[in-house]
Nanobody, 126 residues
Framework: VQLQASGGGLVQVPTGGSLSLSCTAS????????MGWYRQAPGKEHEGISC????????YYTESVKGRFTVSRDNAKNTGYLQMNNLGPEDTAVYYC??????????????????WGQGTLVTVSS
């Protein structure tokens, strides 16, 4: 199943603002066991920031987004979501969602992919 993140783009979000990203699937999202959110800030490596299990809803957040970001999924709508609140310039990055490459219990993420797909740009102005 291929996942595609959207909801960012050319709009700049002011510091302290909020933005919701969506993750849509090319196939049947209930078949996605875990859904991971990642981002790549300018000049930095890709990092996993959140992971949600489809079987029991277990969620993981990396420390830098904990308390500000909320991950969810709606299997009926075939969509996942990342609600981002209290955004800061350090959140400026290209955001991606991927299927089945993270573990919400361990907080582990696979990041050595040859291709990451398009992603969606989030820009937070200072």
């Amino acid at each position: 199943v291929q996942l595609q993140a959207s909801g960012g783009g050319l709009v700049q979000v002011p510091t302290g603002g909020s933005l919701s990203l969506s993750c849509t699937a090319s196939g049947n999202i209930p078949s996605v066991n875990v859904m991971g959110w990642y981002r790549q800030a300018p000049g930095k490596e890709h990092e996993g920031i959140s992971c949600i299990s489809g079987s029991d809803g277990t969620r993981y957040y990396t420390e830098s987004v904990k308390g500000r970001f909320t991950v969810s999924r709606d299997n009926a709508k075939n969509t996942g979501y990342l609600q981002m609140n209290n955004l800061g310039p350090e959140d400026t990055a290209v955001y991606y969602c991927l299927a089945d490459h993270c573990n919400p219990r361990l907080g582990s993420f696979v990041t050595d992919f040859a291709s990451w797909g398009q992603g969606t740009l989030v820009t937070v102005s200072s």
